[in-house]
């Protein structure tokens, strides 16, 4: 039997790739200050209709429980954030800075950088509403890339302002029961054919056709890239008003990371949704918000795409699976004593490894070198004597039992 359609198996070399990325997520999430949380990965399907409407079910892996609960495995985490922080708003000081690495579940079509399954940064603020948290949501996003060895020629983060764009609608007179339609229209600009956009759009086709060509002039993100540019961050990013973000959930700067190249999609994407928690609980709470999401799928294709970012992880990965010390048994008589040596070696914080049946010394020693040792410790015929040699220079000395002492290896 194989694994289900758009779903991983991820064998020990994938596995090791998908932890390279979750420890640098982690590492740059916490650096920026912000602290883990997670929520569980089966949700009431209604949670998710209130946010996006009963369309969304289409494209959801959703079921009856046996308590004859209509539920659903999460597409995404931002509902499920909005549920915890409206529940626990009164216990924690703002602004919350928080994030979460998790799984993902969507039942659609499978693609190039797009499965049925993936892993999924998180990274949230709530509780601020003012520039500077966008600017700091922003630079992490920056900087999670660069961990990675990304540069500013390998990707640009393309920001936009969902209220540059309220703002025209406003100026032409447009219902706001219209203004959602549009807007995605808009953000399909360029991935579509301009004649459909054009008839979606109406009236307005000309104007905004025109606005997207010769870019529009916007204050507040003028005052975002000087924001990064004092982060030494500017060059990662670009201001294109074609961004829409096409969720109706946004109501601010929106942004959305691309690889330079143009060969892949969006390696991220986010923005302020400051009305989301108080629509998902009924007005009970209501915080301003902004966050963003990257996926391990897009990320992964694009990291095997640029030789130096990749080596980067191949080396880092075969450095991180290097033990300090094999022991090396030549005489089974001996096993025990090696034994007691292994976890007392173990307790201090050595990685060791050791034959687990009888092995020839020769056989032993390939076995050290290949798993990455530093030492090789024989137990033989000379104990309590034991044999060390170093991998790395094969020197080789020997030493009285007793007068070992063990130190972390650097």
């Known amino acids: 039997m194989q694994s289900l359609p758009g779903f991983r198996d991820f064998l020990p070399e994938e596995c ?10 982690r590492e740059v999430a916490r650096r920026y200050s912000f602290v883990e949380w997670e929520g569980p990965p089966l949700e009431a399907t209604e949670l998710y209709k209130k946010k996006s409407g009963a369309e969304i079910v289409d494209q959801l892996f959703n079921f009856t429980d046996k308590g004859e609960r209509e539920v659903a495995l999460r597409p995404e985490l931002t509902p499920t954030l909005a549920r915890v922080v409206a529940a626990h708003d009164r216990e924690f000081k703002k602004p919350l800075k928080w994030f979460s690495i998790g799984q993902f579940f969507r039942y659609e079509k499978q693609q190039r950088g797009r499965l049925r399954e993936h892993f999924q940064l998180n990274c949230d603020i709530l509780g601020e509403a003012g520039l500077a948290a966008d600017i700091e949501l922003v630079a992490l996003c920056i900087d999670v890339l660069r961990a990675f060895g990304f540069g500013e020629k390998d990707f640009v983060v393309r920001i936009s302002d969902r209220e540059f764009w309220t703002d025209f609608l406003r100026e032409k007179d447009v219902p706001v029961d219209r203004w959602d339609g549009l807007l995605q229209a808009i953000d399909k600009f360029g991935r579509e054919p301009r004649e459909k956009t054009a008839e979606k759009l109406g009236k307005l086709a000309d104007p ?21 540019r004092v982060f030494g961050l500017a060059d990662f990013v670009s201001v294109d008003i074609g961004i829409v973000r096409g969720l109706a959930y946004y109501t601010g700067i929106v942004f959305e990371v691309f690889d330079r190249a143009g060969k892949s ?7 302020r949704y400051d009305n989301l928690i108080a629509q998902l609980s009924d007005g009970a709470v209501s915080l301003p918000a902004l966050g963003f999401a990257m996926g391990d799928v897009v990320l992964g294709e694009l990291i095997q795409e640029i030789p130096h970012v990749c080596q980067g992880m191949e080396k880092a990965i075969a450095n991180d699976r290097k033990i300090d010390i094999y022991i090396v048994i030549a005489k089974e008589e001996r096993r025990a004593d090696a034994l007691k040596q292994i976890q007392q070696l173990r307790d201090r914080g050595f990685h060791v490894d050791y034959p687990l049946t009888p092995t020839k010394v020769a056989r032993q020693f390939q076995a050290a070198e290949e798993a990455g040792a530093s030492l090789a410790v024989l137990y033989g015929d000379e104990w309590p004597q034991l044999k060390i040699k170093n991998m790395t220079t094969g020197a080789r000395w020997q030493q009285h039992t007793p007068a070992l002492h063990w130190t972390k290896l650097a």
């Open 265 to 271: 999609r969006a390696v991220a994407g986010g923005g």
């Open 208 to 228: 905004v056709f025109t606005t997207l060509e010769t870019g529009g002039k916007s204050e507040k993100l003028g005052k975002f890239v000087d924001g990064l």
């Open 16 to 25: 090791a790739r998908r932890n390279y990325i979750f420890a640098r997520w």
